[in-house]
């Protein structure tokens, strides 16, 4: 679990961390993700990928760090196909704001190097890292500025945190070195932009008034058409709306239900990274729950598809 650089834990950080079932559950999911090969196992598979290219330019052995590691499986199946592919790895960290987090990747990974801190104000001081990564994190930061005066998520103070959670971190980084980013991305279509679906059944009708019900992190409008079935919806009610259908009936809803997943459109990661001086090298998005989504809802607005669900960003430091 990660939280802001002021110090402030969201409401899913305490809710994990005083509830061990949604705590134990919430790691599991996490897991499960990594096992999906549209999911952040992408960002492993990548990863390794750029390691082992590198290691086959400098010949020496690579250093590489995880900001807001959790229970370092994402580390860990790293090093596992970095050995298979004889690509030396001199340094591995982990870094997360959890105990009971760090205590299990502790136990998991003896061969990395796992620190309890908060990454967007790290004091420990390292020697420059290869490889920076940011699994599935950044948006726990956007999160955590929800404003109690909006009763939601202040939009410009989260992006602003996301901003300084990378550029805090900027002296890790070797010179010419490398980060990876995974997360949400929101839709490309101005948040505005208002579409019509038709809800295939009763249940997944009231799944979605539920959802709006009982979402936290933003505040969700729309009305229903004439025909049956049918709302009218903003594009990005809608994405945050279909990203969170997988939860909003199981345990991990009292957790997901005050994070949005979606904090920057694709153009809009690009701006952060160029601002911050990196050159992209690659950028990829994926659904890997579309066909689950396809069974709850139809898009009816012409030429409208849904949204991409995560992001994948690799990008290197100009200097």
């Not at 995974?182 to 101005?190: A, K």
Request: include cysteine.
């Amino acid at each position: 679990m990660k939280f802001s650089g002021s110090g402030e834990a969201t409401a899913r950080g305490m809710k994990i961390q005083n509830n061990k079932i949604v705590r134990d559950i919430y790691w599991q999911e996490r897991l499960k993700s990594l096992q999906h090969p549209q999911g952040k196992m992408r960002a492993v598979v990548a990863a390794n990928q750029l390691l082992k290219n590198l290691y086959e330019d400098k010949k020496k052995p690579l250093r590489v760090i995880e900001l807001g590691c959790g229970e370092g499986h994402i580390l860990g199946d790293l090093l596992k196909l970095c050995a298979a592919d004889d690509v030396p790895i001199e340094m591995s960290v982990g870094i997360d704001s959890q105990p009971d987090a760090i205590e299990k990747a502790e136990k998991f990974y003896p061969q990395t190097e796992f620190i309890l801190a908060d990454y967007v104000n790290l004091s420990v001081d390292f020697q420059p890292f290869d490889l920076v990564m940011f699994v599935g994190t950044l948006h726990e930061i956007y999160s955590s500025k929800y404003s109690t005066q909006l009763m939601e998520i202040n939009q410009i103070v989260g992006q602003e945190a996301v901003f300084e959670a990378i550029s805090n971190n900027f002296p890790i980084f070797k010179e010419h070195g490398y980060i990876l980013i995974f997360d949400g991305v929101d839709h490309s279509l101005p948040g505005t932009f208002e579409l019509t679906i038709r809800f295939k059944s009763k249940e997944s009708f009231n799944e979605f008034r539920k959802f709006v019900d009982e979402y936290k992190a933003f505040q969700i409008n729309y009305y229903q058409t004439q025909q049956n079935n049918c709302v009218n919806i903003s594009v990005h009610n809608f994405t945050r709306y279909i990203t969170k259908t997988r939860f909003i009936n199981s345990d991990l809803w009292e957790i997901e239900k005050w994070e949005s997943y979606q904090y920057f459109k694709r153009k809009e990661f690009i701006e952060c990274l160029e601002k911050l001086d990196f050159n992209i090298l690659n950028l990829d998005c994926a659904s890997p729950h579309i066909e689950s989504w396809k069974k709850r809802v139809e898009i009816l607005t012409p030429k409208v598809n849904f949204p991409e669900e995560n992001i994948l960003i690799i990008g290197q430091r100009k200097s």
